[in-house]
C-alpha cells in the first residue's frame, strides 16, 4: 500500500517561533489537503539556529508548538515530524518531535552529534536515546541532520527493521554534495527509504541549500526538491523494503563480533 509524503522544505524566520507556527501551519493544512499521510518539517524550524536566545525562545515539550503539531495531527489525521528548541530545566535540546495521526506525541529524539561549526556544542546539551518509534504498527526511525554522518548511528537504528530513516536538517549549501551523497549511502546500506527535509533561505551566518529527498532503498532518488521553498511529493510503499532485505539479506549476514 502506498503512503503519501510531503517534504515540507521551507525558509525559516531567525528567532520567531509564532511567524514560524503561523507559517509551518499553512503548509502542513495545504500539504493535508493534497492528501499527504505523512508530512515532514525541517530542523529547529520554530527557531533557527538562534542558539544564542534559546533562554528566550525554546520551549518545553507541552509548549505552543506541541498545541499546534498535536491539534493539526489530530485534525487532519496525519503523521508530522520536525525538530524545534526543547527545554528541560535549564538545559536546551534540539530535538525530533512525531506526532501520529490521533494527536499523540510518539517520539521525541535529541540530536546525539552537536555540530560544532554551527556552535550547537557551546549552547546544547546532546541526546543519548535511539529515534525509533512506529506509526500503524510500521517501524521508522528518525535523526537530525550531522547524525548522517555517523553511519554506526543509522546502522544502530535499522536493527530492529525500520523501513524508513525520516532526516530534518538545516544544511548549508556549500557542503550540499555531500548531503545528497550521504543519504543515498544511508539508503543503499540499510535498505531502507531515507526521507529527507533540508532548510532553504539564510541566517546571519549561513546560506541553506534545500534538495530535500526522498530516496528508495536501493538509492534511486524517487523526489527532489530544489533549492527555494515548497512542499515535496512522493508516495512510496513500505512494504518494498522486505523484499529488498531477501533479495541482498545482509542484515544476515552480519557479524558484528568483527565489528567491534
Request: some cysteine; aromatic content about 10%.
Amino acid at each position: 500500500m502506498k503512503t503519501n509524503i510531503a517534504v515540507i522544505q521551507m525558509d525559516i524566520a531567525f528567532g520567531d517561533p509564532e511567524e514560524n507556527r503561523k507559517q509551518a501551519r499553512k503548509k502542513i493544512e495545504k500539504a493535508a489537503a493534497e492528501g499527504s499521510q505523512i508530512i515532514v518539517l525541517p530542523e529547529l524550524w520554530t527557531t533557527g539556529y538562534d542558539l544564542s536566545r534559546f533562554e528566550t525562545i525554546a520551549e518545553t515539550l507541552d509548549g505552543p508548538t506541541h498545541d499546534l503539531l498535536r491539534d493539526l495531527a489530530a485534525y487532519h489525521q496525519v503523521t508530522i515530524l520536525g525538530s524545534i528548541a526543547e527545554r528541560d530545566g535549564s538545559q536546551f535540546y534540539n530535538t525530533l518531535v512525531t506526532y501520529d495521526e490521533t494527536g499523540a506525541r510518539v517520539s521525541s529524539y535529541r540530536k546525539a552529534h552537536l555540530f560544532r561549526l554551527m556552535n550547537e556544542e557551546k549552547y546544547l546539551h546532546s541526546g543519548n536515546e535511539k529515534g525509533n518509534f512506529q506509526i500503524a504498527d510500521v517501524p521508522f526511525a528518525g535523526v537530525i541532520c550531522y547524525d548522517i554522518r555517523f553511519p554506526e548511528w543509522m546502522r544502530t537504528h535499522m536493527l530492529d527493521g525500520s523501513r524508513a530513516l525520516f532526516v530534518v536538517a538545516e544544511w548549508p549549501k556549500p557542503r550540499i554534495d555531500h548531503w545528497r551523497n550521504l543519504l543515498v549511502s544511508r539508503a543503499i546500506e540499510n535498505q531502507c527509504f531515507v526521507i529527507a527535509c533540508n532548510r532553504v533561505g539564510k541566517d546571519p551566518d549561513n546560506t541553506f541549500g534545500g534538495h530535500s529527498l526522498v530516496i528508495d532503498p536501493w538509492g534511486k532518488v524517487v523526489a527532489e526538491a530544489g533549492s527555494h521553498e515548497e512542499i515535496l511529493h512522493a508516495s512510496v510503499d513500505f512494504s518494498d523494503v522486505d523484499a529488498i532485505r531477501k533479495q541482498i539479506p545482509i542484515f544476515q549476514d552480519r557479524r558484528p563480533g568483527l565489528y567491534e
